[in-house]
């Protein structure tokens, strides 16, 4: 069962801009967090941004601060990164996540994954 679909991602420049979605469930949705951890290749997955979907909490990977910004649509259960300024150091597969406080936890839910290319 998919529990988290997630869209966006691609190919462009550096300098460039992409946008990632991750749809749910209103229950997955309702675990208190969602956000992104990306797989560089070769290198292991990484924390990259978090938002609460109760309230307004967000944290960031530090590398990202100031060029990624991720929202949510609560009304859609959905939750958007927005990468400005990409560089080739942000190519990775990104992998949606939802949980509830705990990304490792029995209550976590992943999706499958949207892969991100930074190259000229």
């Known amino acids: 069962q998919v529990h988290l679909v997630e869209s966006g991602g691609g190919s462009v420049q550096p300098g460039g801009f992409l946008k990632l979605s991750c749809a749910t469930s209103e229950r997955i949705f309702g675990l208190g967090y969602m956000g992104w951890y990306r797989q560089p290749p070769g290198k292991q997955r990484e924390f990259v941004a978090k938002?609460?979907?109760?309230?307004?909490?967000?944290d960031y990977l530090d590398s990202v601060k100031g060029r990624f910004s991720i929202y949510r649509d609560s009304a859609e259960y959905t939750v958007y990164l927005e990468m400005n300024n990409l560089k080739p150091e942000d190519t990775a597969v990104y992998f949606c996540?939802?949980?509830?406080?705990?990304?490792?936890?029995?209550?976590?839910?992943w999706g499958q994954g949207a892969q991100v290319t930074v190259s000229s």
């Open positions: 996540v939802a949980h509830d406080g705990r990304p490792d936890g029995p209550n976590a839910y």
């Open positions: 938002i609460a979907t109760r309230g307004t909490g967000r």
